[in-house]
């Protein structure tokens, strides 16, 4: 989720994530703090801004992207193609700063655009 959302999933979550980990059980009862019904309230709000997507929808793709970023550098590859390859290696601050969350993405994005298929 954070990847989708960003940090503030994960800030917005420690607590019923601490309580959920406490449990006993899927099924176990917790009694709701004050930060737990916080962090329900926040969620409640957000995701009834966020924009929303079916993802039962049967939906078609033509292209198929394969892509991964490592701490050094990153490639994308397009199915069925000869020549639908990109890589590049990060700067020494990109390497350091980035969160590999974001790398992700900026390698994906850096295969969109260098991609003429």
Wanted: charged share 15%; glycine share 6%; with cysteine.
């Amino acid at each position: 989720m954070s990847v989708v959302i960003g940090y503030v999933s994960q800030i917005m979550t420690k607590y019923l994530s601490a309580y959920i980990v406490n449990a006993r059980s899927w099924e176990s009862y917790i009694k709701l703090s004050p930060q737990n019904v916080e962090q329900l309230s926040f969620w409640n709000d957000i995701l009834q801004n966020l924009n929303d997507k079916d993802f039962t929808q049967s939906q078609k793709y033509s292209k198929i992207v394969y892509s991964d970023a490592s701490a050094s550098g990153f490639a994308g590859y397009l199915v069925n193609t000869t020549d639908g390859v990109s890589h590049g290696m990060w700067s020494y601050e990109e390497s350091r700063n980035i969160p590999h969350g974001e790398k992700s993405l900026r390698c994906i994005e850096s295969y969109c655009l260098s991609c003429t298929c």
